[in-house]
């Protein structure tokens, strides 16, 4: 028999928390359950000992539980703030996202691309929100996997484009001929972090992104003497 079946033959109800009707009871409900049965329990006929016994294992693997339940919340608190302190942290960094899709402001804009093969060329295209071929660019002899380039916001014919959104594809050409599709890259400033979205948002000067977004992070002094 168990110690609520017993408190219910007895007659004796265990108190009963304001606004805990309904709840799941947890470790204090339960040692307060025991505590009762063992103050009503007749002194001539105590409980039988294998099952009191059995009722303290039940409460005390009920308290490790617990424990553990709110160890994973700390963790859990302590992994959001680790997360809004690294959010904070890249503000003002340049990042270099992996997108294909990016706001255009008016200034020069920093795009490239990475192949998993080994690629020869690379042909790189630029579309507007109405799915139109702006300008394209074609990269030869490249050495690495990676490569960037700085686009100045004109079209093909050297006209200056309007602000918006603008979409990127590459396309690159192996040894043998192969055609595969590269990975577009978009270099940002990090301006801001938005912390009511789930995530922790980014806000760059090319529309938000999510950290799982982010490729690399420069060091925007580095960056710029490296390309003197």
Do not use: C
């Amino acid at each position: 028999m168990n110690s609520i079946s017993a408190l219910q033959q007895m007659g004796v109800q265990p108190e009963k928390k304001p606004g805990s009707i309904g709840q799941s009871l947890n470790k204090d409900d339960f040692l307060s359950l025991l505590v009762t049965q063992l103050k009503n329990q007749d002194p001539l006929k105590p409980s039988d000992p294998t099952e009191f016994t059995a009722q303290l294992a039940q409460f005390s693997s009920l308290e490790q539980l617990y424990n553990i339940n709110e160890s994973i919340k700390v963790l859990d608190d302590l992994k959001g703030m680790l997360g809004r302190f690294s959010a904070l942290s890249l503000i003002d960094k340049k990042v270099v996202i992996k997108s294909d899709t990016f706001q255009f402001d008016g200034h020069e804009v920093e795009l490239g691309f990475r192949f998993h093969d080994t690629v020869n060329e690379a042909a790189i295209y630029l579309k507007n929100d109405a799915g139109q071929i702006v300008n394209q660019f074609m990269v030869t002899n490249i050495s690495g996997a990676e490569h960037m380039l700085q686009w100045d916001g004109k079209d093909k014919r050297g006209v200056q484009l309007p602000s918006g959104t603008f979409f990127l594809s590459v396309i690159g050409t192996t040894e043998d001929g192969k055609e595969v599709q590269g990975i577009p890259l978009v270099e940002s400033r990090v301006t801001g972090v938005d912390f009511s979205d789930s995530g922790n948002t980014l806000l760059t000067d090319h529309g938000k992104i999510m950290f799982s977004e982010i490729f690399r992070v420069n060091n925007p002094t580095l960056s710029d003497n490296a390309r003197k």
